[in-house]
């Protein structure tokens, strides 16, 4: 018996698909024969035959050709039937229905196309509220990328007028804009954050390692205490492991083991309260339900326009400096890097368990960080993450990794009724017996740098921070880890642009948390996605994570530590890239295949970058940040832009390795 072909086949409806095999598709020769999951073909030659069938999993359909016997009429009926599988089950992208909220509820509107993501936020306790909300996020998200040469213009230079709010600050988007709005108060500066939900409210919990979060305490938004009082769980030990039934034996991976990655889970919505209330203790404000309109940027000043929600009432305010924090769907991102404000994303759905699980399904000292269970499904690699939270609960998410698309923007709606339906078939259980608390679904960023001078994160008076700056790491797209190992570089940068008045796009550009170490691993998420249109072998995707994690499981587990946070030097990352060419020479075509030239060629810029950012480390890191301390006194004073620029670099060539 022989293995010829292994397909995946874009729809979850597997009995059109085996009434399709079994009764309109006809082999070029041979006897067809029906079986209970497909067909069997015979030929002339003796004992020569061939078997195909197909079977589910993860709301797709998967087909198998084998051949029993010699001769070749297996292999050319091989062919003959991938291209009529193509034909007639093309890559397919569902659109949402349009909703009219005043004719029926989101439940009613959606019900046809999702009804098993309809009938557990039923179960929910704000379950209509947050499926508003996840339709409101695919359908902003859908629009910005369909509309990629033509975004909104939110940013305006001129004068606005006087406005009887003054700040220092004025933040846009509550959820990680909180945290650098506490400290930037803390530090004595006059705070507006203005965030368009209820405050507090979150649709994503939040994972971080002990010494990550420690950045927050050093800043002093944080005691070790209070840092204790916001965590809900610690597990003991991660894991990360990928789907390997069908990859070739010397691509089959060990499980990683990460105990100190993401092993930390905090209580996102009590963090926020508890930077909301450091907040206004310092003096700052909070405006919630007030969604941002645009700003007037003149030459002392910027001014927002807002609109308070529930009144619709117009409000203004003024600041020295705009921060935008508004994540994914942010106008400003998509105004200042027009058609390429990002070039991937992770559409990400899951939902926060109260209780329902079994002991025996899962132990709460652990966690998954990264799980796949199964193959490309609907030219996606869905990835899981399972993370233990307080009082027994578990956090579920499920996303992956996604290439920006106008024809294919990536759905929330359609990976929830994934979720819902995939589930079981990831962690045994009835999903009508858990206990459903809250869901949590985002659209999480990436972009490709292959510079400190390709993205724009800046215009005079404002800058961008967190995922509206496309701050995240590549692999693991850990928005809130990012910003917090780099919130001290951000802040200090920060807080000596505003002493010394420099607020145009020039400074402020230099205030970002560029590091080469990262720009470089882009590749990794490429080499996860699927193009859209294309259609790839169903192993594929998990066959070049095994490649990379079998050998982080073979390394050090400090090795795999300093990669997933973001740390790995020069010399680590090559010999790990070495290893795996030489462990699976087919990576570098698969990824050329998956990318295509120019996003090749763009890499290597980046790893070209990585080298000359090494080699500049190697020759500055033992002297440069003790000639920048000694020169600070006089330098600063008398020219504060180098200084600025200078500290830039410092950071630079720490986080650089």
């Known amino acids: 018996m022989k293995e010829l072909a292994y397909l995946e086949i874009p729809t979850s409806n597997i009995v059109r698909v085996k009434d399709w095999l079994q009764d309109t598709w006809q082999p070029l020769s041979g006897n067809k024969v029906k079986t209970p999951d497909g067909i069997r073909v015979k030929f002339d030659a003796p004992n020569s035959e061939a078997s195909i069938f197909v079977w589910q999993l993860q709301r797709t359909t998967y087909l198998k050709v084998f051949q029993w016997g010699e001769g070749n009429q297996a292999q050319q009926i091989k062919q003959q039937l991938i291209e009529a599988i193509q034909a007639a089950y093309p890559p397919h992208y569902p659109v949402p229905p349009e909703v009219d909220l005043s004719q029926q509820s989101i439940f009613e509107a959606l019900e046809a196309d999702y009804p098993k993501t309809v009938h557990f936020f039923r179960k929910m306790p704000h379950g209509e509220y947050d499926l508003n909300r996840v339709y409101w996020w695919e359908k902003r998200w859908r629009e910005s990328v369909q509309h990629p040469q033509q975004p909104q213009k939110v940013i305006f230079q001129g ?29 004595g500066y006059k705070v507006l954050l203005v965030e368009r939900l209820p405050f507090g409210r979150m649709n994503r919990e939040w994972n971080i390692s002990r010494d990550e979060f420690q950045s927050l305490i050093n800043l002093g938004l944080f005691t070790p205490e209070e840092f204790e009082s916001v965590i809900a769980a610690e597990y003991i030990d991660g894991f990360s492991k990928f789907f390997d039934a069908y990859n070739p034996p010397h691509l089959k991976a060990a499980v990683l083991h990460t105990p100190k990655v993401l092993n930390v889970a905090i209580d996102a919505e009590k963090l926020l309260r508890f930077c909301g209330d450091k907040l206004r203790q310092s003096g700052g404000q909070i405006w919630d339900e007030t969604e941002f309109i645009r ?63 079994a002991p025996e399904v899962w132990d709460k000292n652990y966690g998954d960080v990264l799980n796949s269970h199964g193959d490309i499904s609907r030219g996606r690699q869905l990835i899981w993450e399972l993370f233990p939270a307080g009082k027994g609960e578990l956090t579920f998410y499920l996303f992956h990794y996604h290439q920006v698309h106008p024809a294919n923007p990536g759905s929330l709606l359609e990976m929830y009724e994934d979720f819902f339906t995939i589930l079981p078939e990831y962690r045994r259980c009835d999903l009508e017996k858990l206990v459903w ?33 496309s701050l995240q790491s590549p692999l693991i797209f850990t928005g809130f880890g990012s910003l917090v190992r780099n919130l001290e570089r951000l802040t200090t940068l920060l807080n000596t642009a505003l002493q010394h008045d420099l607020l145009c796009a020039k400074h402020l550009n230099q205030i970002r948390a560029y590091q080469s170490n990262i720009s470089v691993t882009w590749l990794f998420s490429k080499g996860m996605m699927v193009p859209t249109g294309k259609t790839l072998p169903p192993q594929r995707i998990n066959s070049m994570l095994n490649t990379f994690f079998g050998l982080l499981a073979d390394e050090p587990p400090e090795v795999a530590d300093t990669f997933i946070k973001d740390r790995t030097d020069w010399v680590t990352f090559t010999r790990l890239a070495l290893i795996a060419a030489r462990k699976n020479p087919a990576l570098l075509i698969w990824i050329w295949e998956m990318a295509g030239s120019k996003d090749l060629l763009r890499w290597l810029g980046s790893y070209w970058s990585f080298n000359l950012d090494a080699l500049r480390n190697l020759l500055l890191a033992s002297w440069f940040p003790g000639l920048l301390k000694h020169s600070q006194p006089w330098l600063e004073k008398h020219n504060p832009a180098l200084w600025l620029k200078l500290m830039s670099l410092n950071y630079q060539l720490r986080h650089s390795k």
């Open 437 to 469: 608390k809250k869901p949590t679904f985002g659209y999480i960023p990436g972009h490709f740098s292959t510079s400190d001078r390709d993205r724009t994160v800046a215009f005079d008076r404002l800058v961008g921070i967190g995922d509206a700056a």
């Open 295 to 357: 700003a007037d940027v003149s030459d002392t000043e910027v001014t927002v326009k807002l609109t308070h929600l529930p009144t619709k009432t117009s409000q203004q305010a003024s600041a020295r400096l705009l921060i935008d924090a508004m994540g994914t769907a942010s106008p400003i991102a998509w105004q200042l890097n027009g058609g390429r404000a990002f070039d991937s994303v992770c559409p990400t759905v899951g939902a926060v368990i109260e209780s329902g699980f």
């Open 159 to 187: 004068d606005a007028g006087s406005s009887e709010q003054n700040f220092d600050l004025i933040y846009i988007g509550g959820a990680l804009g909180v945290i650098h709005a506490a400290v930037m108060a803390l530090k």
